[in-house]
């Protein structure tokens, strides 16, 4: 049965946020739309694949999908994207610090864009952020370089919540790290983005699983990869049967 709207959690080793996060993201839904949540386990080493299926007894829109191997935040995405029955996908942290509250707002904006343009995602901008300054700083080199490079305005890609249609997710190319380069993506194949502001809350459980100098490296060879994906792309715009 097609659903209004998946959300699509990626986690690993939050054994103690997935639960307060699974009943803040069922009363954000509300109980007038159609909806499954999708937590994908990407291998944790700790709890957090039985407390899910602990809590999925008490949730009946719970969907509860788990990898044998630790693949990173962007096959899990990929993974409850691909399984999700929803038109529309939710996607956050599963770490707590996006705030489930304002899944509606994004939600709300996307279905106002939809109507007059080719919409392709409206992601969150997170204001007044609740890391440490080094985090914070570093964030901060990260998206002006990305930005003058990739010139896909983006000021905040790595704010984890996100809408997008299903379909259109699908169309982008896949690779390890991809769910920072969807703005970029999307931009290639011709759709809208949208940024909204959002909040952002601290950790309150477990630690990162990212590190300042794994994000530096990696994305400078990600960055360079990206622009070779927009250089070589050549897609038609608009497709007419005849």
């Given at each position: 049965?097609?659903?209004d709207?998946?959300?699509?959690?990626p986690?690993?080793?939050e054994?103690?946020?997935v639960?307060?996060?699974?009943e803040?993201?069922?009363?954000?839904a509300?109980?007038?739309?159609s909806f499954?949540?999708i937590f994908?386990d990407?291998?944790?080493?700790?709890?957090?694949?039985e407390?899910?299926?602990?809590?999925?007894?008490?949730?009946?829109?719970?969907r509860?999908l788990?990898?044998?191997l630790?693949?990173?935040?962007s096959a899990?995405?990929?993974?409850?994207?691909?399984?999700?029955r929803?038109?529309?996908?939710?996607v956050?942290?599963?770490d707590?610090q996006?705030?489930?509250?304002?899944?509606?707002?994004?939600?709300?904006?996307y279905?106002?864009?939809?109507?007059d343009?080719r919409?392709?995602?409206v992601?969150g901008?997170r204001v007044?952020?609740?890391?440490?300054?080094v985090?914070?700083a570093?964030?901060q080199?990260?998206?002006r370089?990305?930005q003058w490079?990739?010139?896909d305005?983006a000021v905040d890609v790595?704010?984890?919540l996100?809408?997008?249609a299903r379909?259109?997710f699908?169309?982008l190319?896949y690779?390890?790290?991809m769910?920072?380069y969807?703005?970029?993506?999307?931009?290639?194949h011709?759709?809208?983005?949208?940024?909204?502001?959002?909040?952002?809350?601290?950790?309150?459980?477990?630690?990162s699983?990212?590190?300042?100098?794994?994000?530096?490296?990696?994305?400078?060879?990600d960055?360079?990869?990206?622009?070779w994906?927009k250089?070589r792309?050549?897609l038609?715009?608009?497709?007419?049967?005849?």
């Amino acid at each position: 049965m097609a659903l209004d709207f998946s959300v699509v959690v990626p986690v690993h080793n939050e054994q103690d946020n997935v639960v307060p996060l699974l009943e803040e993201i069922v009363d954000a839904a509300g109980a007038e739309a159609s909806f499954e949540i999708i937590f994908v386990d990407d291998s944790s080493l700790d709890r957090t694949l039985e407390v899910l299926v602990a809590a999925k007894a008490e949730c009946p829109t719970l969907r509860i999908l788990a990898h044998d191997l630790n693949c990173g935040q962007s096959a899990a995405i990929l993974t409850g994207v691909s399984a999700a029955r929803g038109r529309l996908i939710v996607v956050l942290d599963g770490d707590g610090q996006n705030d489930p509250a304002d899944i509606p707002k994004l939600l709300k904006r996307y279905a106002e864009l939809e109507k007059d343009t080719r919409i392709g995602m409206v992601s969150g901008r997170r204001v007044e952020r609740k890391d440490s300054f080094v985090k914070r700083a570093a964030s901060q080199v990260g998206n002006r370089v990305r930005q003058w490079i990739l010139q896909d305005k983006a000021v905040d890609v790595g704010c984890g919540l996100k809408v997008f249609a299903r379909e259109t997710f699908l169309l982008l190319p896949y690779f390890d790290h991809m769910h920072r380069y969807m703005p970029t993506l999307m931009l290639r194949h011709g759709f809208q983005l949208d940024f909204i502001n959002v909040n952002h809350r601290p950790r309150l459980h477990g630690r990162s699983n990212y590190g300042v100098l794994d994000r530096l490296w990696v994305g400078l060879g990600d960055i360079l990869g990206v622009v070779w994906l927009k250089r070589r792309c050549r897609l038609p715009r608009n497709l007419r049967e005849i």
